[in-house]
Structure formats: structure tokens, C-alpha cells
């Protein structure tokens, strides 16, 4: 591999892998999420013109955040910085020589994580900044995931950095009896990029950023965890991911095509993970606290149940799905929930909940068209479900996904 190659090799994979930790570290201390974002984007730059001729170093993170924090000094000295805030600027600057031992690196990621989740931010963009900031994901892609146009996703961005840096919002972890009411918000962020990175497996052809994203959100559910062992969704939400994460080597055949669930060969799932699920979802239990994640990550609980007893247990997750349709009906679960319906055989109540659905919500909600196809194939309306199958198709990037929803529809 060429000097020129294996420099971009190596700015990909710390851009991939070390995005949201080295903002963190940035913007931790100059408290601007934007300029922070600027600084170290040109540090990548730096790196695609540098490593190539004097070789990629030892530990591009240390170099990087070097880099990228010598970048903040020239454009505050570019600016014309206030006499008052110069303490603050010199601790930055001293902090430019990076200990070259990458476990010296810091990782502010959860602080980061609950100052986008602080009250002052508005509630419907904490999420997406989340994503953003810690993980790394683009306007558009953040866009496609909530449902909105990208233009408009953009520019609540901006307004959120904006608010941030004008609040002087501080970049540490709350007080204990803060922490409650920012932890859903994190835990909503954390989910929604173990959500984005689903359809990225072994074998697939899917972008290998996001199959880092899931273990970038394993990771960090687990640090939520480490910080609060008694919150009680903090766990359901590690259950959760731990019980969908011990079934991705079974979701592609050995050619690459994709399994559905009821159909996967349950010797390939992880027992490991499916016991450290169990032993969350136990002590998450154990709180006597409804919640979103340990509802969910009950009902993956009862698919791990098959091996065991040779069968799916349709009654109790009919009575999880209810309990879930009630108290948090997002388009995902009213989906979910006739999805679980029709596997129960009740193709009628399946119908019955996909038609709660408004129009706006469903238009580019794929799970929707592909489940509604096969509720019209459950109730003999063949042409109903082809036309359901075109636009789950349509909608479909995963080329294993749509060669699936194809063969179905030939079927």
C-alpha cells in the first residue's frame, strides 16, 4: 500500500472510530461545539497533507487533538481574544502536547453526551445533536432517521451549538439529582445510533461506519451503566442492544443474504451476551419501575427464549407490545406491534393498529411498508401487498434487505 493510501487508511479509521471522543476532548474545554468541529476537521485535513510525506504517527488521536487545538489558538489570536478570557486559553494551550500513550487520551463523551441533553436545549433537537457531536453522524443522515428534511435538521443544529456555546453551558457530568431528568435523553441518543448502525453486519454490504457505530453505542451504554448501576432503564437499554447484538452473526446467510429473525439458526447467537442481557434485565426488574428499554428488552428476552423451549411465547409479547403501544406509541413500536400481531396470526388486529397510522408518519417509513405487505398477503390481497412490497423496495438501501422484499414479491 502506498504512503498516500495508507495515510487516508489512517485518517478514515480515527475519523470512523475516534470522531465523537476527539470533539469531546475539544469542546470540553472551549465550550464551542461548532469551532471545535471546525478545528478538528482541519486537523484531518492536516493529516491527509502531512502523514503522507512524514508517515502516519503512532497515535494519530494524540496528533490530531494537537493539531486541531493549535488550530483554536491561531483562530482566537486571529480574532482578538478578551483579556478575561485568557486563563482560560493558556490552560487550553498547555494541554497541546498530547501524551503520545493513547490511554492518556481522556474521554468526555459522556460529558458531552448530558450537556446536549441539558434543559436549556430544546427537547426535540437533544437527540440529534447527540448524534451529531458524540457520533459522529451528518445533518442528513441525522435527517432520514427523524423524518424530516435535512435543511430543516441543519439548521436546529446550528441553533443548538449556538445556544451552548452562548448559555456557557458547563462540559461536566450533572449532580446526582440532575442526572434523572438528562438520562433519557442520552439513552434516546445512544438507541437511536444503535438504530441507525442496524442494518451494518458481517456481510453485508452496509458502510463499516456504522457497524462501528454499535459498538461505539454498546460502549457507551455500558459507561451509563458504570455511572448510574442503580438507573433502571440505563439497563434495560444495555439489555436491549446486548440481546440485538447476539444475534448479528445469524442475520446473513453464509452468501449474505439477509435471515429475518424467525427463521435464523439460533446456534450462531452469542450465549454470552444473551446471559449478561439477562443478568441487566434481572436487575432492571428488580426496581419495580415500568420502562421504554426494559419493555423492549423484554420482549427480545422472550425471542432468546426459542432455543430453549422450541417455540415463541406469541401471548407474552402480544401483552409487551400492548403495554409499550400505550405508554410510548412511536411509529417504531405501533409498527413492531403489528408486526408481533400478524406473527401471532391475528392479521386483522395488525391491520387494525397500521391503520392508526398517519399518513405523514408512514410516507418514507420502510418497516411500515414492508409490514403492511405482509399483513395483505395474511389477509389473501395479493395486489394490495405488491404495491406495499414496491414501495418497501423503494425505500430499501440494504441491497440484502431488498433482494429479500424482491424474492417475496415473487413469491
Not at 170 to 188: I, S
Amino acid at each position: 500500500m502506498s504512503s498516500a493510501r495508507a495515510a487516508a487508511k489512517a485518517a478514515e479509521t480515527a475519523a470512523r472510530t475516534s470522531y465523537g471522543r476527539l470533539l469531546a476532548i475539544l469542546a470540553a474545554r472551549t465550550r464551542d461545539i461548532a469551532a471545535s468541529e471546525d478545528a478538528l476537521s482541519a486537523a484531518f485535513l492536516a493529516a491527509l497533507r502531512t502523514w503522507p510525506a512524514r508517515g502516519v504517527p503512532d497515535n494519530p488521536d494524540a496528533w490530531l487533538v494537537a493539531t486541531a487545538r493549535n488550530h483554536l489558538k491561531n483562530a482566537a489570536r486571529h480574532k482578538g481574544v478578551a483579556i478575561e478570557a485568557a486563563a482560560d486559553l493558556a490552560l487550553l494551550f498547555d494541554e497541546g502536547a498530547v501524551d503520545e500513550d493513547a490511554d492518556a487520551l481522556p474521554d468526555d463523551r459522556l460529558k458531552l453526551l448530558f450537556v446536549c441533553a441539558h434543559p436549556a436545549i430544546d427537547a426535540s433537537v437533544r437527540t440529534p445533536l447527540m448524534l451529531q457531536t458524540v457520533l459522529g453522524l451528518d445533518a442528513a443522515r441525522i435527517a432520514a432517521a427523524f423524518l424530516v428534511a435535512p435543511a430543516t435538521m441543519g439548521q436546529r443544529l446550528v441553533r443548538a451549538k449556538t445556544k451552548i456555546k452562548a448559555a456557557g453551558l458547563r462540559f461536566e457530568l450533572p449532580t446526582q439529582a440532575d442526572m434523572p431528568t438528562r438520562l433519557e435523553d442520552v439513552l434516546d441518543a445512544i438507541y437511536a445510533a444503535y438504530g441507525t448502525s442496524w442494518d451494518a453486519v458481517a456481510g453485508a454490504d452496509g458502510d463499516a461506519g456504522a457497524r462501528g457505530l454499535a459498538d461505539e453505542a454498546l460502549y457507551l451504554s455500558r459507561l451509563v451503566v458504570s455511572l448510574l448501576p442503580q438507573a433502571p432503564e440505563a439497563r434495560g437499554l444495555l439489555a436491549l442492544i446486548l440481546y440485538c447484538e447476539s444475534r448479528r452473526a445469524a442475520r446473513r446467510d453464509a452468501a449474505g443474504r439477509f435471515v429475518p429473525l424467525k427463521a435464523q439458526d439460533a446456534r450462531l447467537w452469542s450465549r454470552d451476551m444473551i446471559v449478561e442481557a439477562e443478568g441487566h434485565l434481572t436487575a432492571a426488574s428488580r426496581a419495580g419501575v415500568f420502562g421504554r428499554y426494559q419493555c423492549e428488552a423484554a420482549i427480545q428476552s422472550v425471542h432468546a427464549q426459542r432455543p430453549i423451549t422450541g417455540q415463541t411465547n406469541h401471548a407474552a409479547l402480544r401483552t409487551l407490545y400492548g403495554l409499550l403501544a400505550q405508554r410510548c406509541p412511536s411509529i417504531g413500536v405501533l409498527v413492531a406491534q403489528a408486526a408481533a400481531l400478524l406473527d401471532a396470526g391475528d392479521a386483522d388486529a395488525a391491520m387494525a393498529v397500521l391503520q392508526r397510522l398517519a399518513e405523514a408518519d408512514i410516507r418514507g417509513y420502510q418497516p411500515y411498508w414492508a409490514t403492511l405487505a405482509a399483513v395483505h398477503v395474511a389477509r389473501g390481497q395479493r395486489g394490495e401487498a405488491a404495491a406495499a412490497l414496491h414501495t418497501a423496495i423503494g425505500l430499501t438501501e440494504d441491497p440484502a434487505i431488498r433482494a429479500f422484499l424482491a424474492q417475496s414479491l415473487e413469491s
